[in-house]
């Protein structure tokens, strides 16, 4: 089933896209296109930051997928407040509680030695957040990175393998804070790297050309099953704030 928040893909094709289009792949070439143009701009534009904040992540959106949808760089709180989002078997954060999930894991990231110790825990707490109705992975993964070029290390993403990184992430964000991702991505970790290979690693990622799993609408977050679940999820994720 085609993931349609707004209600109106047959007038108004995926997501609103400014193009109109309704065929999934041209939709993703777009993005695509339109990630890979802006990428340096936007990685220029947050590490301008003294300290990150949730504003820098809205930017970072915005500056990557702009010339696609005319929302991007505005939350689901924004864009589809009353509508409960999840992707195969994960329910991600409700609306109302996507900036206070957002900004515990960029306080916790930008905790040097957390950063160093748990960059696992920080991708799953982000990934959980799921800010937005697409262009998720790619605008956490900026924001991840930077947060690692902070803590004088980096990822090698484009020696990642999709499957397995998106196994160790179901399993984080299944079981948060156990080590899931953390162990996967400690295989990758090396030194920091100049901006321009970081750009060049991120861009040739496996899979960052977009998820081969839509994101699916459950239904309305005033829904009782569905308050009962979002509160359940809460209860895994630990919050210093």
């Given at each position: 089933?085609?993931?349609?928040?707004?209600?109106?893909?047959?007038?108004?094709?995926?997501?609103?896209?400014?193009?109109?289009?309704?065929?999934?792949?041209?939709?993703?070439?777009?993005?695509?296109?339109?990630?890979?143009?802006?990428?340096?701009?936007?990685f220029d534009a947050i590490r301008?930051?003294?300290?990150?904040?949730?504003?820098?992540?809205?930017?970072?959106?915005?500056?990557?997928?702009?010339?696609?949808?005319?929302?991007?760089?505005?939350?689901?709180l924004a864009t589809a407040p009353?509508?409960?989002?999840?992707?195969?078997?994960?329910?991600?954060?409700?609306?109302?509680?996507?900036?206070?999930?957002?900004?515990?894991?960029?306080?916790?990231?930008?905790?040097?030695?957390?950063?160093?110790?748990?960059?696992?825990?920080?991708?799953?707490?982000?990934?959980?957040?799921?800010p937005f109705l697409d262009g998720?992975?790619?605008?956490?993964?900026?924001?991840?990175?930077?947060?690692?070029?902070?803590?004088?290390?980096?990822?090698?993403?484009?020696?990642?393998?999709?499957?397995?990184?998106?196994?160790?992430?179901?399993?984080?964000?299944?079981?948060?804070?156990?080590?899931?991702?953390?162990?996967?991505?400690?295989?990758?970790?090396?030194?920091?790297?100049?901006?321009?290979?970081?750009?060049?690693?991120?861009?040739?990622?496996?899979?960052?050309?977009?998820?081969?799993?839509?994101?699916?609408?459950?239904?309305?977050?005033?829904?009782?099953?569905?308050?009962?679940?979002?509160?359940?999820?809460?209860?895994?994720?630990?919050?210093?704030?």
């Open positions: 089933m085609t993931f349609d928040p707004f209600g109106d893909f047959e007038q108004r094709g995926y997501l609103r896209n400014i193009a109109g289009e309704k065929d999934p792949g041209i939709v993703r070439r777009l993005e695509h296109t339109s990630f890979t143009t802006g990428i340096e701009a936007a301008k930051a003294a300290t990150l904040a949730y504003s820098d992540v809205l930017t970072t959106h915005r500056i990557l997928f702009d010339a696609v949808y005319p929302w991007a760089g505005s939350d689901r009353d509508i409960a989002v999840s992707k195969g078997d994960v329910l991600f954060a409700a609306p109302a509680d996507i900036r206070r999930a957002v900004e515990y894991a960029l306080r916790r990231g930008q905790d040097v030695d957390v950063m160093r110790a748990r960059p696992g825990d920080i991708m799953g707490d982000l990934a959980y957040a799921h998720n992975g790619r605008t956490i993964m900026l924001v991840h990175a930077v947060l690692c070029e902070r803590a004088d290390f980096s990822i090698d993403w484009a020696r990642t393998q999709k499957d397995d990184y998106l196994t160790a992430l179901t399993k984080e964000l299944d079981n948060p804070h156990k080590g899931h991702l953390n162990e996967y991505l400690e295989k990758f970790k090396c030194e920091a790297v100049s901006p321009e290979e970081l750009i060049a690693r991120i861009a040739h990622t496996p899979g960052i050309d977009g998820s081969s799993v839509a994101n699916e609408v459950l239904g309305k977050t005033s829904d009782p099953a569905l308050r009962a679940r979002y509160a359940q999820e809460e209860l895994k994720r630990p919050r210093d704030a």
